[in-house]
Nanobody, 123 residues
Framework: QVQLVESGGGLVQAGGSLRLSCAAS????????MGWFRQASGKEREFVAA????????YYGDSVKGRFTISRDNAKNTVYLQMNSLKPEDTAIYYC????????????????WGQGTQVTASS
């Protein structure tokens, strides 16, 4: 059983930056592909970014390409999401998720989820 805890969310002005962290425990972190998803009020959960087990393959949703960067540190059992040039439409609850072995763009494919952290970009 893998436990995931996100941190780093908050309120920032449009154009600003935040760095989210997701600390994993209870499992072999390096066996899991990791993803970030977000869900805005009244909307479906959206794929943001994912990274494979080694960190060698990275995937982004179209709305965040060029602004967000996902990375992982397997020694620290942590995955990060650096968010730059934030826009009001980035406002959402951000979740990290773990999927055994292979990444997926689809949130239903992930096995474990964090509790989420609120990100608000004000205009």
């Amino acid at each position: 059983q893998v436990q995931l805890v996100e941190s780093g969310g908050g309120l920032v002005q449009a154009g600003g930056s935040l760095r989210l962290s997701c600390a994993a425990s209870g499992g072999s972190f390096s066996l899991y592909a990791m993803g970030w998803f977000r869900q805005a009020s009244g909307k479906e959960r959206e794929f943001v970014a994912a990274i494979n087990r080694s960190g060698g393959n990275i995937y982004y949703g179209d709305s965040v390409k060029g602004r967000f960067t996902i990375s992982r540190d397997n020694a620290k059992n942590t995955v990060y999401l650096q968010m730059n040039s934030l826009k009001p439409e980035d406002t959402a609850i951000y979740y990290c998720a773990a999927r055994l072995f292979r990444f997926s763009y689809h949130w239903r494919d992930y096995n474990y989820w964090g509790q989420g952290t609120q990100v608000t970009a004000s205009s």
